[in-house]
């Protein structure tokens, strides 16, 4: 309504009144003022159309203001209550909302919780009201599989929801909620060739320094000789570069800071690290001499650098070449440049901050086949006699 406390001190004759604003904002929600020539009342509804949640009443204006103003907190309580109610615990969407409230899910990196979060949403929308006594009942696995199937257009996304959905009810099992894992050695979809085979070429990383500024071309060296995640490129401080022990020690985010990746510290990284700094100082900077927000801004600075550096490419096929590559090749392509030199497993295990045994597995996953076979064929060819 467009009308000001007709008791207000601050009200003239003929001027327009206007309601005071509201002692809360809560999103979505309705509020009325209606007067009458005996009292005003205030009412709230969770929307526009929606239930009532409270109601206030004064005498004068003044006082059912006032009265609004009191009773805020139990208003926000009551609208709380009612626009969000809290998901039964015997449904999937309150296993769910557990699982998000769970040292399990907020000890995980801040990248795989937002990565997750779209798919505990996807799996709310289609399990949500589903009792946790028909989540583990026969005919369960069957509707999984349909739901995972019918996202097969993006096979990627398929799974990733696929994974989610049985890391909750893995948890749920856990915590003894649930007796079994209905989505437990579910088939992934097909995602495809992957990227394992998409590298960053060295006259590629030449055409990106050189349209890159100094600070992200600084930045991309040191990616191109530790293939560190964005993330933790953009926080690797100089404490976290041990001179004397010859390496890197960076507690990877991804992790959870349990492990680390230990990159050595070899001539060509070293000159790209450049005068040490203060031992918490950020060690990659942009341009302008700050570190970098996070690892988004890095990415958004790559993307740009990358359109001018396609300019300067000699070849339509170069150009073409290089702009379907992703900030996240130049780890696989240190990945394929490690083992093609000989590393084993073990060594890229510690290099990289993976699990102990899950060498082979990301060798398959970031490993150039293609490059990898050639770098095998050399190590045994007969090398000609001089």
């Known amino acids: 309504m467009t009308s000001s406390p007709r008791n207000s001190p601050s009200s003239t004759p003929g001027s327009p009144r206007l309601t005071p604003k509201a002692p809360l904002r809560l999103p979505g929600a309705h509020r009325v003022v209606k007067r009458s020539r005996v009292a005003t009342r205030i009412f709230w509804y969770a929307w526009r159309g929606g239930p009532q949640v409270a109601a206030f009443a004064g005498t ?56 997750w979060g ?29 739901w ?38 579910i088939a992934h979809l097909d995602e495809g060739p992957g990227r394992a085979d998409i590298l960053i070429t060295e006259a590629e990383f030449k055409a990106l320094c050189l349209a890159a500024g100094p600070g992200l071309a ?14 933790d490129l953009v926080e690797l401080t100089w404490a976290e570069v041990d001179a004397r022990a010859g390496h890197i020690v960076r507690r ?19 000159k790209a690290l450049g005068r040490r700094g203060a031992p ?45 590559k992703h900030l996240h090749d130049f780890r696989g392509t240190c990945i394929t440049r490690g083992y093609a030199d000989g590393a084993s497993d073990i060594d890229m295990e510690i290099r990289m901050g993976w699990a102990p045994g899950e060498g082979a597995a990301m060798r398959a996953i970031y490993g150039s086949q293609a490059q990898l076979a050639r770098a095998a064929a050399a190590r045994v060819r007969p090398r000609k006699k001089a």
């Open 60 to 115: 004068t204006d003044a006082e059912a203001f006032a009265a609004e103003s009191a009773g805020a907190p139990a208003l926000a309580a009551a609208w709380s209550d009612t626009a969000f109610p809290k998901p039964s615990a015997a449904t999937f969407e309150g296993l769910a909302a557990a699982f998000r409230a769970s040292p399990a899910f907020l000890s995980l990196a801040p990248s795989t919780r937002a990565l």
């Open 118 to 146: 779209p798919a505990i949403g996807k799996a709310v929308a289609t399990f949500g009201p589903v009792s946790l006594k028909a989540m583990q009942a026969p005919g369960i696995r069957a509707r999984i599989k349909q």
């Open 148 to 185: 995972h199937a019918g996202m097969a257009a993006t096979p990627r996304a398929a799974n990733i929801h696929l994974q989610v959905l049985g890391r909750i009810l893995e948890w749920g099992v856990d915590e003894e909620r649930l007796t079994r894992n209905a989505a437990r050695g």
């Open 218 to 231: 600084r930045t991309l060296e040191i990616l191109w000789h530790t293939g560190l995640r964005r993330q």
């Open 252 to 270: 990877t985010n991804k992790s959870g800071g349990r492990r680390a990746a230990c990159p050595p510290l070899t001539p060509a990284l070293k």
């Open 280 to 324: 918490h100082a950020r060690v990659c900077r942009r341009d302008d001499g700050n570190p970098w927000t996070d690892g988004r801004q890095l990415r958004k600075a790559f993307e740009a650098a990358k359109v001018r550096a396609a300019k300067t490419l000699k070849t339509a096929g170069d150009k073409a070449a290089l702009m379907q």
